[in-house]
């Protein structure tokens, strides 16, 4: 079985600063697909970024980038020019394509960021 | 209406009540899903559904009984839950895939409280 791991119940961080969240994953899959997904207290999960496992390159979706480190199994999320929307939720969740019930995430057991005026 | 919707958004039930959860989606999707989100605990799949076909039930107790009349509906019928199944219900959607990344769209919600 999959297991994800976010080991920071809770983090917070002033406004306009950067903030680095952390995920660790177990597989024996050498495809697979990672993903930082948000819940904002309003509930509705959404997705923020995904990696690839076969590219090299960290996504970056503008103030979001990925730390992509396949051989450790870590893949954290870093938050530039911290916003008070960006307080929330955030989890970190593996697809793997090889796996039986391919189309299953499985999720860590989230972060809360709160963002600091 | 857009995206993943969910009714109701708050329920509260005693145990012997039955109650059923709503789910629909207008993405053109093909899979869904129901999640249980508990505090301090991974989010945790309860069913999928590709094409209307029943492909997973991860250990689900059988108070819990999903249905998926068409590949935009899905819904949880509830009954005789216990005071623990109380939780956050999430939906999902998402393409069946046969290749690439699965982006599941969620909906926003039902949290359940059993009294």
């Known amino acids: 079985a999959q297991t994800v791991t976010q080991s920071q119940p809770e983090m917070s961080v002033q406004e306009a600063e950067t903030v680095t969240l952390s995920c660790t994953y177990d597989?024996?899959?050498?495809?697979?697909?990672l993903f930082w997904y948000k819940q904002p207290p309003s509930r509705q999960m959404i997705l923020v970024i995904r990696?690839?496992?076969?590219?090299?390159q960290n996504a970056t979706e503008n103030r979001f980038s990925v730390n992509f480190q396949k051989a450790a199994k870590s893949f954290s999320l870093k938050i530039s020019d911290s916003q008070l929307g960006d307080t929330a939720m955030y989890f970190c969740a593996f697809n793997s394509p090889g796996e039986t019930g391919a189309n299953n995430l499985f999720f860590g057991t989230g972060t809360r960021l709160t963002v600091i005026p | 209406e857009t995206g993943v919707t969910q009714t109701p958004r708050h329920l509260v039930m005693g145990m012997t009540n039955k109650k059923s959860l709503k789910c629909e989606q207008h993405?053109?999707?093909?899979?869904m899903y129901w999640y249980k989100q508990s505090a301090k605990k991974p989010l945790e799949l309860m069913f999928v559904?590709?094409?209307?076909?029943?492909?997973e039930n991860n250990s689900v107790p059988s108070r819990f009984s999903p249905e998926c009349p068409n590949s935009s509906h899905l819904f949880l019928h509830l009954h005789t839950l216990q005071p623990e199944d109380s939780a956050l219900y999430l939906c999902?959607?998402?393409?069946?895939?046969?290749?690439?990344?699965?982006?599941?769209?969620f909906g926003p919600g039902t949290r359940l409280t059993v009294l």
């Open positions: 999902a959607s998402s393409q069946e895939r046969t290749s690439g990344y699965n982006e599941q769209f």
């Open positions: 990696q690839e496992a076969y590219k090299q």
């Open positions: 597989t024996s899959e050498s495809n697979y697909y």
């Open positions: 559904y590709n094409f209307k076909e029943q492909t």
């Open positions: 993405l053109g999707h093909n899979a």
